[in-house]
């Protein structure tokens, strides 16, 4: 029982000393597929005691997916997880819990009014109070983390809520410890002190999993990495012997340089939007460090870069939905479009009809309304004009929104945001969830606009898209545009590697 | 081998569905009141069809059940109003009473107002009375995000305590020794008859104000915004709108209304202020705003059924069935209209599991 692990302290009992050829974690052929997506691929990963493995790969690529089925949360179409040689109850949480698998999540999930005990304890038997509150003292002094038992959980920084989460796993004496992009919330002495709690655990017998996607960090303190790729794992080996450029070759893939939708033209234009020195403060981090970036007629400016380095950020600041705390923006566009990244939240009203949808930026004109009238039928003959254009999947104008698949909310965005000519788009993660159709026909409008004159900001985690449409091409990398690249001038190696943090070859 | 339920999360119910909800719950609470009569040894016939006659059925029931409705409509309206910039407005009962208590104020101190000019300022002190009785709470909310609910709700109790000072002491008729009345209003403080009925013509205050309601939220530009910002407030964001400034507008338009239907009270029914000017009037706004789905033309027909329910019961004496069946039955309504909500946002299937983990049966976490 659980409860009896964590009050016997740290040690469970492992049996005899384990036969170095079984692995202490060993999943074999994992595959999952979400609708015709296949997330995982036949995947193997194995963990030794003691060890820290990294698992590296681009955004999409299967992490998430992989770590979800380990933990139990999901049910592998295929394959099977065993530990100690033991194969697992698959989708089973509380299973993966019993053989000490145990996951610290990128939002911790604890609960801010408990205090630090309360919720180390939280979903064993034990309750708070001063008993507890010693065990989780002791506990904490012996992994190196420096938290106070009786601490508010609120009152904690980012970094402590981390450790809170990693001792909350110690305390049920979990053996295989999975890190979802640790670093992505901690600032550079932060992630400095995590390494350093992870190399502890590790010489202490523990095993890690660690999920990112910088190349420096799985050097720093990784043992062994698996990459993934498109759901594929292409390499799983020691990391001694890797240097950072093979590593991001592996992660990213070998591919096209050139723009085969770009205009060419692009950029001689006047200025659409300028971006100067804008800093966006963050959760512990600043969100954008002073980041310079200017948008012309005619072109489209990519964005690339790893999710969680600043995008959303600059997205609300270029469509002046955010005030940085410093920094000018200078605004050229007459009208400013924005396609954003989560489409239902911010965008959409659920509880609104299509057609009240598609009416948000013109409800008000004279052609829809007069002060004391809104012409309701107006609105669902300009509705239906948009549904016949976007291809919006949806008879009725007056049907919620709410009930439409990822593509349908784009479209009903697209066809609201790009049917009034803007001179400025700024388009979030535009393709991200859509089906094949969808997203070729949100890049064909992008690129339609821009041959018209509008200037596009285009910030993506694809980077074929970005590849395939930017006329030119920038690098966010925490918050700072770190590499800036023209047409023609791409190279899909190089720019992995500035996504991961690295400087220039 | 394993048969277990599956609760699936439905995106958009049909609408029949949706239409045949509410008149399912009505349905419902009617039948379960039935069988509550018969467990106590009542005929449910018998004392439904003394309902039907003691309410709709009669010329005299029919009219009590329209006066009865008035102050419904309006705190149902103001509830259904508030929801538009999605903030819950339970003070309907203490905004009611505060605009009782203005337009008593202006009855009592404004007295040389001749003929009609007395009642119109009545009627206009009760709406801004229970507008800034509401505006108090929705200034917080707008500023720094303080609960409505809570805030509303409390300021019901501050509204009946200051009442209660007033007709207990300065406003208190010194005739009515020992009573919580106030001293008598003027005769031309009294609402005027529908001609031809019994009923005072707050009935059609009421409905004008159901359809000038749905037509300023519905149906002008303003209102559509309000709805965008109440539907989603981070849309609102993006669309530039100011979300805490139409909060404001609204609550205020909606314990206006409230208001309204304090002063239509105090006017056309009790002529006094007094305890008991509001039979929980606020309260029951929000079951039939609710049952009205929110829609703000039907809360007038919600209204209505709440009232014929409760006029009904006054005739149930002679069976034996206790008066408050009326509120079972309506409390019965809301619950298998809380089923049905349920229903709409679930589908449930029943999956068959080949294998259940037998290794997880028995172990706790």
Redesign the interface.
């Known amino acids: 029982?659980?409860?009896n692990q964590a009050s016997a302290g740290a040690a469970p009992d492992q049996g005899a000393t384990p036969d170095s050829s079984v692995p202490l974690l060993d999943a074999k052929g994992i595959t999952k597929s979400f609708g015709d997506r296949l997330a995982n691929d036949h995947v193997d990963l194995t963990v030794q005691a003691g060890e820290i493995r990294a698992l590296l790969g681009e955004n999409g690529a299967g992490k998430t997916t992989l770590i979800s089925i380990l933990c139990g949360q999901y049910r592998p179409d295929a394959g099977h997880v065993a530990v100690r040689g033991r194969t697992l109850?698959p989708g089973?949480p509380?299973?993966a819990?019993?053989v000490g698998i145990g996951v610290v999540h990128q939002d911790f999930r604890l609960v801010p009014r408990f205090t630090v005990t309360e919720n180390v304890v939280l979903?064993?038997?034990a309750w708070g109070g001063r008993k507890a509150d010693e065990e989780v003292a002791a506990q904490a002094r012996a992994a190196g983390l420096q938290l106070d038992p009786r601490a508010p959980t609120w009152a904690l920084s980012v970094g402590e809520l981390q450790q809170l989460a990693i001792l909350k796993l110690l305390y049920r004496g979990l053996e295989i410890l999975i890190l979802d992009e640790p670093t992505a919330v901690l600032s550079p002495p932060q992630a400095a002190e995590l390494f350093k709690t992870m190399r502890r655990l590790a010489a202490g017998g523990k095993s890690i999993i660690f999920i990112t996607h910088r190349l420096r960090e799985v050097s720093e303190v990784a043992d062994e990495v698996t990459i993934l790729r498109e759901g594929r794992v292409v390499a799983d080996r020691a990391v001694s012997g890797l240097d950072h450029h093979q590593m991001g070759v592996l992660m990213v893939g070998e591919g096209k340089t050139g723009s085969s939708l770009a205009g060419g033209a692009g950029g001689t234009g006047e200025s659409m939007l300028t971006l100067e020195s804008i800093v966006v403060e963050g959760r512990g981090v600043k969100a954008l460090d002073g980041v310079n970036l200017e948008v012309r007629r005619n072109e489209i400016v990519g964005v690339a870069g790893i999710s969680g380095n600043g995008q959303t950020a600059l997205a609300e600041v270029a469509?002046a939905?955010v005030r940085p705390a410093s920094g000018r923006r200078i605004c050229g566009a007459h009208a400013v479009a924005?396609i954003?990244e989560d489409r239902l939240?911010?965008?959409?009203?659920?509880?609104?009809s299509v057609s009240?949808n598609l009416?948000?930026?013109r409800?008000?004109s004279s052609s829809?309304?007069h002060?004391?009238?809104?012409w309701?039928n107006r609105m669902r003959a300009l509705a239906r004009q948009l549904i016949t254009a976007f291809n919006i999947p949806t008879k009725r104008p007056g049907?919620?929104v709410?009930?439409m698949s990822g593509g349908g909310l784009q479209r009903i965005l697209l066809a609201r945001e790009l049917s009034e000519e803007p001179d400025l788009i700024v388009a979030a993660q535009p393709t991200r969830g859509l089906d094949v159709a969808s997203a070729a026909m949100v890049r064909g409008q992008l690129a339609r606009h821009r041959d018209r004159g509008a200037g596009v900001l285009l910030i993506s985690e694809d980077l074929d898209e970005l590849l395939d449409m930017s006329d030119r091409l920038v690098v966010i990398f925490k918050g700072a545009i770190v590499a800036e690249y023209a047409n023609g001038m791409f190279n899909r190696t190089e720019i992995g590697l500035r996504m991961g943090g690295e400087g220039p070859a | 081998m394993a048969i277990s339920l599956h609760l699936e999360r439905r995106?958009?119910a049909p609408i029949a569905m949706r239409i045949a909800v509410p008149i399912l719950a009505v349905a419902g609470g009617l039948v379960t009141g039935a069988i509550v009569m018969a467990l106590g040894g009542h005929d449910p016939l018998e004392a439904y069809n003394d309902m039907w006659q003691g309410s709709l059925g009669s010329t005299d029931g029919l009219q009590s059940t329209l006066i009865r409705a008035t102050p419904l409509v309006l705190t149902g309206l103001a509830v259904a109003t508030a929801l538009r910039v999605g903030l819950w407005n339970i003070g309907g009962e203490g905004q009611l009473i505060v605009g009782a208590i203005a337009a008593t104020g202006v009855g009592l101190y404004a007295k040389a107002l001749p003929g009609p000019a007395l009642l119109v300022a009545m009627i206009l002190a009760g709406c801004a009375g229970g507008a800034v009785w509401a505006a108090i709470a929705a200034i917080p909310r707008a500023l720094i995000g303080l609960n409505e609910i809570i805030v509303t709700l409390f300021m019901n109790y501050i509204a009946i305590l200051f009442m209660d000072n007033l007709i207990f002491g300065p406003w208190g008729d010194p005739k009515a020794f020992g009573f919580a009345y106030s001293r008598a209003l003027p005769d031309n403080a009294t609402l005027p008859l529908i001609p031809g009925t019994g009923v005072h013509i707050g009935l059609l205050l009421a409905v004008l104000v159901a359809v000038s309601a749905w037509w300023l939220m519905?149906?002008?530009?303003?209102?559509?915004?309000v709805?965008?910002a109440g539907?989603?407030p981070?849309?609102a964001?993006?669309?530039g709108l100011k979300i805490g400034r139409r909060m404001v507008i609204v609550l205020a338009i909606s314990g206006a209304i409230a208001g309204l239907a304090g002063a239509i009270e105090l006017t056309g029914v009790t002529n006094r202020l007094q305890e008991g000017i509001s039979v929980n009037y606020g309260y029951t706004g929000v079951l039939i705003a609710f049952l009205a789905r929110g829609r703000l033309l039907g809360v007038v027909l919600a209204a209505f059924l709440f009232a014929a329910l409760v006029v009904g019961s006054y005739a149930l004496q002679t069976t034996g069935v206790a008066q408050p069946i009326a509120t079972i039955i309506q409390a019965l309504i809301i619950v298998f209209l809380l089923a049905g909500d349920a229903a709409l946002a679930f589908r449930v299937r029943f999956v068959r599991n080949p294998t259940m983990?037998g290794?997880?049966a028995g172990?706790?976490?």
């Open positions: 029982m659980l409860t109850t089973s509380r299973a819990l019993q979903g064993t038997r469509a939905i924005y954003p939240n911010r965008g959409l009203v659920g509880t609104m009240d009416a948000f930026r409800y008000g829809m309304s002060p004391l009238w809104l309701t049907s919620a709410a009930e | 995106m958009g519905e149906r002008t530009p303003w209102g559509f915004s709805r965008v539907g989603n981070r849309t964001e993006y669309l983990p290794a997880l172990r706790g976490l």
